[in-house]
């Protein structure tokens, strides 16, 4: 299930937007605050594009905080002006700030007007945003030369809003996956469980420290994983599956992970959508643990002995198609002739 931050334009930003896409700014620095995309900055043109360039973009940036700029060329399409899209996400930047960043993009865009915006800049350093990055951005657009660690990242981000456009339910991966590190209790229960010790195992992130860390190892019985499921905040669940089908006893290690939707922190849904694939990564290819079954779910009271058995064992539905006598000609038909059998001929004969 992929989560998207829910972040939006505030009310004012859309107004300005309309004067912007009209040719009104020369710049508008975009950032997040209060859970809103609101202007940070801008700037009214003075020269042509070139000459406004680098005094009006490099002051903007700063050495631990993300932002968007959109800056507004001299030249027009079919739709108005045409913009440069520039993403800044300094290497310094808190994590959490990045991958905010990254995950409100398309919606940023979308908000603007996709069809205004020529180019799209993505920058670590000032050097990839400043006048001459941006020259060589465009030679490099041209050229079939190896891309740049920025370019290649920010081909990354562009595939990553293509999955995110899929919607709030699908199960698709929307940022790219953050490998926080694992706590060695955890790595330790995870083993237990491997050997079947523990049958078992809860993780959850520890915000302030970014480390995925044990949160318990209650022993768990099918009846009593619903209530291992917090309603209030999201967890990574590891269960030793225990239950008999076709008449064979079967153990199986599945993986749960609850989200108990919306009253959870954007960052926290963001965190744990993001950690969740390299966390199985890990598990399964350093770890050697086999997960039978990855599961996504809201609540834990879909954790029925039902539910469980269909997701491990889902139902093989056969359909056999019945022949369809072909229909015969549209229309009147002719006169029906009846066909006897010899032994009817020979009786009329005589």
């Known amino acids: 299930m992929s989560h998207q931050t829910g972040i939006q334009a505030s009310g004012s930003l859309k107004d300005i937007f309309v004067g912007a896409r009209n040719g009104q700014y020369r710049l508008l620095k975009i950032v997040i605050e209060n859970e809103q995309l609101v202007v940070g900055s801008s700037r009214w043109p003075v020269g042509s594009w070139e000459k406004d360039y680098d005094s009006f973009v490099l002051p903007l940036l700063e050495d631990r905080q993300p932002c968007y700029i959109l800056y507004r060329l001299d030249s027009q399409n079919a739709q108005g002006y ?4 520039i993403a800044w996400s300094p290497d310094h930047s808190p994590v959490r700030q990045k991958m905010l960043y990254a995950a409100t993009r398309a919606t940023l865009k979308k908000e603007f007007g996709g069809g205004h915006i020529k180019d799209e800049v993505f920058g670590t350093v000032q050097e990839d945003v400043s006048l001459n990055g941006y020259q060589k951005y465009l030679i490099s657009q041209s050229s079939p030369a190896p891309l740049t660690a920025a370019e290649e990242e920010l081909r990354q981000i562009k595939i990553n809003e293509v999955q995110a456009d899929v919607g709030v339910d699908t199960k698709h991966q929307t940022l790219q996956g953050v490998a926080f590190p694992i706590a060695k209790e955890a790595i330790q229960a995870l083993e237990k469980l491997k050997n079947k010790k523990l049958n078992y195992v809860q993780l959850q992130i520890d915000m302030k420290n970014e480390t995925i860390i044990l949160a318990n190892t209650l022993d768990t019985e099918l009846k009593d994983l619903p209530k291992r499921v917090p309603k209030d905040a999201a967890r990574y669940h590891f269960f030793l599956y225990k239950h008999t ?3 064979d006893y079967l153990e199986f290690i599945i993986f749960i992970y609850s989200m108990p939707g919306y009253t959870c922190s954007i960052r926290e849904r963001m965190l744990y959508s993001s950690c969740k694939s390299p ?3 890990i598990v399964e290819t350093q770890l050697w643990m086999q997960i039978v079954r990855k599961i996504e779910i809201d609540n834990g009271d879909e954790l029925t002995a039902d539910f469980l058995y269909e997701e491990v064992h889902p139902k093989q ?34």
């Open 279 to 281: 966390l199985l990564e």
């Open 317 to 350: 539905h056969a359909y056999k198609q019945s022949f369809a006598k072909p229909k015969g000609p549209a229309g009147k038909r002719g006169i029906r002739r009846l066909i006897r059998g010899p032994a009817e001929t020979e009786t009329l004969s005589d």
């Open 82 to 85: 045409e913009w440069i899209f």
């Open 245 to 247: 089908h076709e008449g």
